[in-house]
């Protein structure tokens, strides 16, 4: 597999009944540049492992004055370090690639099914969980897979090196044999402790990183209401524990590192001392002295692989355990009956819970008492929140809906809406009927100056579209990022828009501006604007007066603000009475 195949086209159905099946699994899917890294890895390590024996035959062959053998040697040493370079550039290459295909993997897979789960994943796993499992998870298990080869490229120099050792001197080859694995055994004791950490730093890091992005995101609100010092306290609290777990992995990881330096000194002064005396003795000669001092000291390579292996895989079992947590959220079922997009937009919208009705190609305005009550008749007309599957279009039931149908049907702008980062091209580049082009969406949310901002704060771009919207929007003010949304809504231009409060943060006549111009762009569509705007309610074809969640009076804005004086109370912000 080549590095620029990647994203995966379809990364697959994982086996999530553990986390080791879940492991096996991605090891299926990559088995090809796993069994190339592994080939790479063996010649890597045989080239290495070959040059003691080529060291001691040349420094036998000069202390009996072979000049010839001399020379040979040296080229099989000039040929070994060729060979061994060349191999080492591949199985580094192949190791990225398995790193970054593992690591792909987990991160389309995570993206797949966090789009799936739509709003619900916040009810069933923390933002700071998801963002923890996309980032440190994913670096964690493509770790695991980039050790791979080099672990089994190591296991066959140990036995290989092994087998000469024992065939050179029984003596030798029975240390070799004995005391590596028990070398790497030592470590077996820790594994356990070092699983138990880092699950446990790995859960704090989740938590501190949900603190901090709740806390920035409400950063305008906490000033307010003067409560940052109240989350910084928090947060300072949440990262001590962070960095108190994380220092207990460190002291595992220490002792780890500590014995996989001290243990494999011992071995290579013990193995040193017994070849040295069997040469005194007679039993070996001075170049097989130096071929066994040179293996010695190769294979702390190969021990050093192993405990680096154990260590990486440790981690990934519990960066996988993570993913497949999240993996296993039940996703909402999206069969259903499917809905035309035509039969949509000649749809009547109606929510029994609050007893509205949507008549379809009329700019409806529904004015509440409650924000709260707001929020809810927008989400549930989208097919979201409490009480959702009731909601009827066209008489059918929105839980009996496909929902890809929904999606496309019905279209809803939060009072608080999300800008993704990237260019305005990128944000406004989205499924559309075509009926809106760009420039026509932008003007009726009175969004050119917005453009024209963005563009002054980067003065390297020339055309507009171009330009940058950071992560959230949080370089632009409440307005500008009301108006941006806008315009993203427009240009979608789907059969039903639903818009809470899409001129909250705007001034009176910018708001103006919009209001004719909405109602202008959505002729012939259905559009249900929540709003106590009298510039909006103006202009609306139908107004809905909703008061404690249930519609009390209809009709058009002047007439019920002449009318009805609990209208006229909520759209002057008077104190609701009852009539």
Known sequence: MSMRRLPHPDPG????????????????????????????????????????????????????????????????LALLGAVQAAAGILRHRMAVTNWIAAASRVQQLVVRHTARLGSRITRDVA?????AVTSSDVEKIGSGFDVFARFAGAVVAFVGVAIVLFRSSPALGLVVVIGVPILGLSVAPLLKPLERRESDRREKFGLATELASDT????????????????????????????????????VRSTMDALQVALPGFFVVAVTWLSARLV????????????????????????????????????????????????????????????PAARAAAAVLHDPASGLTVQPGLLTAVVCAEQS????????????????????????PLGELARADIRAAVVTQDKDP????????????????????????????????????????????????????????????????????????????????????????????????????????????TTVVLTSSPLVLDIAEHVVLVLDGEVVAEGRHRELLHSDPRYRAVVTREEVTAP
């Open 13 to 76: 159905i994982p086996d999530l009944r553990s986390a080791t099946r879940y492991l096996l699994w991605t090891a299926r899917g990559q088995w090809r540049t796993l069994a190339l890294g592994v080939v790479w890895a063996v010649t890597w390590f045989a080239a290495q492992a070959v040059v003691p024996a080529a060291l001691g035959a040349g420094v036998q062959a000069a202390s009996e004055g072979r000049q010839s053998d001399v020379l040979r040697a040296a080229a099989a």
């Open 127 to 131: 933002t700071g969980e998801v963002v």
């Open 216 to 251: 920035v995101a409400g950063l305008r609100v906490l000033r307010g209401i003067g409560g940052e010092e109240l989350f910084v306290r928090r947060f300072h609290e949440a990262s001590q524990e962070v960095r108190t777990s994380a220092v207990q992995v460190a002291r």
């Open 280 to 339: 005194v003795s007679g039993t070996l000669e001075i170049g097989e002295l130096v071929a066994f001092y040179g293996w010695s000291a190769f294979l702390l390579i190969p021990l050093r692989t192993f405990v680096e292996a154990a260590h990486r895989w440790t981690s990934a079992y519990v960066g996988a355990g993570r993913v497949v947590h999240l993996l296993r959220i039940p996703v909402p079922d999206e069969t259903g009956l499917p809905m």
């Open 373 to 396: 009550v707001a929020d809810s008749i927008a989400l549930r007309l989208a097919g979201l929140g409490e009480g959702a599957d009731a909601v009827t279009l066209d008489g059918v």
């Open 418 to 525: 999300v800008l993704m980062s990237g260019t305005l091209a990128q944000l406004l580049d989205l499924p559309r009927s075509g009926r809106v082009g760009v420039q026509q969406a932008v003007e009726a949310a009175s969004a050119y100056d917005v453009l024209d901002a963005l563009v002054d704060s980067s003065p390297e771009v020339s055309d507009p579209m171009q330009a940058r919207v950071t992560e959230r929007g949080r370089s632009l003010s409440g307005g500008q990022r009301q108006r941006l949304a806008l315009a993203r809504s427009l240009v979608v231009d789907p059969p039903v828009l639903v818009l809470d409060e899409p001129t909250s943060a705007v001034d009176a006549h910018t708001e103006a501006r919009i209001a004719v111009a909405l109602r202008e762009v959505r002729a012939g569509r």
